[in-house]
């Protein structure tokens, strides 16, 4: 890959918290810096460019242009479909932004849950008519979807890297998510699950079991029902993960679980 020309990539941010761009600011593997300098010329990113007004407008057209059919196309947040004026840049809305981006693009990455499968927008009413990228995309573009909310750093860095080296995506569920990182339950792999196993359950966040590791499924941990590597690759370079910390799952890499209206009880 070093002895490429860097591919062309733009990533557009639309109804985001721009979490997943700070995830991927702690990748490891590869790092950031060697994403940036090594493998990928990233010609577009709102969050962390320099550029800024037309002068990044500008930027971001002419890789399409000089990249036709070739770039690869990272979306973060969602889309609001319900009006265009709902979110804008430069003038265009979300959607033709996206749209028009989409239609020549050699591949498309959905960056986090919002992207995926719409994320906290698209909860319960709904307010924009917020929409994945899934869900907008009219061509048969090859899209992968990278949930969590935001996804693990390895797991963005990871993806690309792949398909930079291979030429396509890496096996897929049937959500489009790589099963690398998404092929087992974080309760599979979780420091908890023996006291799962023995039913030892903590009642509260602050009693006994749960400060010696006690389960925390009654207190609403999603982790059974949710697909990720948090317990296995776990978070800031491989410091700990919600449950070793003393959290429950919230199933954040799950379509749809900010409407689960669960957080902290069990389903
Ligand atoms: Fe933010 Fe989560 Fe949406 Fe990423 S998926 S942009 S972290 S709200
Ligand atoms: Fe499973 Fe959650 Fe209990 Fe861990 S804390 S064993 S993920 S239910
Ligand atoms: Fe998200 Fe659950 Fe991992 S809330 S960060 S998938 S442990």
């Known amino acids: 890959l070093e002895n490429q020309p860097r591919p062309a990539t733009i990533w557009l941010n639309f109804q985001d918290c721009t979490g997943c761009t700070e995830s991927m600011m702690r990748a490891d593997a590869p790092s950031l ?33 000089a990249n036709e059919g070739n770039y690869l196309l990272i979306v973060e947040g969602s889309i609001p479909t319900d009006q265009a004026g709902y979110a804008t840049t430069a003038g265009v809305s ?4 996206f749209i028009e981006a989409a239609e020549n693009a050699k591949a498309i990455i959905a960056i986090g849950t919002c992207a995926s499968y719409g994320g906290i927008a698209r909860a319960y009413p709904n307010p924009t008519g917020a929409k994945s990228v899934g869900e907008l995309l009219t061509n048969n573009k090859p899209l992968i979807n990278i949930p969590g909310c935001p996804p693990l750093p390895v797991a963005i860095t990871g993806v690309i890297v792949h398909f930079l080296t291979f030429g396509e995506w890496p096996l897929l569920d049937n959500l489009q998510r790589p099963l690398a990182f998404f092929g087992r ?3 599979d792999r979780c420091s908890r699950r023996a006291f799962y196993e023995k039913g030892l359950f903590a009642s509260r966040f602050d009693d006994p079991g749960a400060k010696t590791g006690w389960c925390l499924y ?10 990720n590597a948090c317990a296995t690759t776990k978070w800031n370079d491989g410091v700990s993960f919600p449950m070793e910390a003393g959290h429950g799952c919230l199933g954040c890499s799950q379509p749809y679980f900010w409407d689960n209206d669960s957080f902290y009880r069990p389903l």
């Open 185 to 187: 339950t974080v309760h």
């Open 94 to 97: 979300n959607q033709d932004l």
């Open 33 to 65: 810096e060697r994403l940036l300098f090594d493998l990928i010329s990233l010609d577009y990113h709102h969050t962390l460019q320099a550029a800024a007004g037309e002068s990044a407008e500008l930027a971001r057209t002419q890789a399409m242009v």
């Open 218 to 227: 009654q207190l609403g941990c999603k982790g059974p029902f949710t697909y």
